[in-house]
């Protein structure tokens, strides 16, 4: 127990400077880093843990300026798209769900460094697909963020508004992915002794990115947090493959 921990903790420590600093990207680093050292089965429900604790003190300010209908329909697609992310948890092979974690961290990073924009980002189907996306992401690889990402760059929502309900919605669909984990036996002592090792060094860490945020802001978020995304999961996919052909 005590050197995973001394392993995964550098890992958690870069994601949490990085969602201290850029608002976001915490679940897509942490995932693919503690895959190095874990099983995806073990890495999704410390990391969903993990960012679930630290967004609570966001959730009040979160409340207040939400966009409540975007949110819910939001969610409702969620809870929809959870139960086919745990069938993806429960029978892909590890080593194949690694593989397909990185791609998918790729391939919502290329598009949003692109800037990507929805046509019909108000439509009723949009917003319940791109939940339902997100909840399969979360429960099944822990990288649901990108989806809702993509989704609120296209909204006509305040950026307040959008910040707010993107934070509101991650708690939310994360707690219900950790539920129906604990539901479905996946989460057992060592997760849980190791959520909480993990946590204060995680709590500190993001106080220190918000920190250094204020002191110096970036002229762009997406090119400080996107570029370590990148590289981190073209490392994820490179290992990965590696592992298949050995």
């Not at 019909?120 to 979360?138: D, I, N, P, R, Y």
Request: glycine fraction near 8%.
């Amino acid at each position: 127990m005590f050197e995973s921990f001394l392993i995964i903790l550098p890992v958690v420590m870069l994601a949490a400077l990085v969602r201290g600093y850029a608002g976001f990207g915490f679940t897509a680093i942490a995932v693919v880093g503690m895959n190095f050292f874990l099983s995806p089965q073990q890495s999704i429900p410390v990391v969903l843990g993990l960012d679930v604790l630290c967004s609570v003190g966001l959730l009040r300010q979160a409340i207040r300026q939400a966009d409540m209908s975007t949110f819910k329909v939001l969610t409702l697609g969620s809870i929809l798209g959870i139960p086919f992310g745990l069938s993806l948890l429960v029978l892909i092979p590890e080593e194949v769900l690694k593989l397909l974690i990185c791609i998918a961290i790729l391939l919502f990073s290329m598009v949003l460094i692109f800037d990507f924009r929805l046509r019909s980002a108000e439509g009723m189907a949009t917003k319940l697909s791109f939940g339902m996306a997100s909840g399969v992401g979360t429960a099944g690889a822990s990288v649901g963020g990108p989806m809702i990402v993509c989704y609120m760059l296209s909204s006509p929502l305040t950026p307040s508004a959008q910040r707010a309900t993107m934070i509101l919605f991650f708690i939310v669909s994360e707690l219900l992915a950790l539920v129906a984990l604990f539901a479905g036996g996946l989460v057992d002592v060592h997760i849980l002794t190791m959520l909480a090792s993990l946590l204060i060094p995680t709590l500190v860490i993001v106080r220190m990115g918000q920190w250094l945020f204020n002191r110096y802001p970036p002229k762009s978020l997406k090119h400080f947090a996107l570029p370590i995304m990148v590289m981190v999961s073209i490392l994820g996919i490179s290992a990965s493959i590696k592992q298949l052909i050995a």
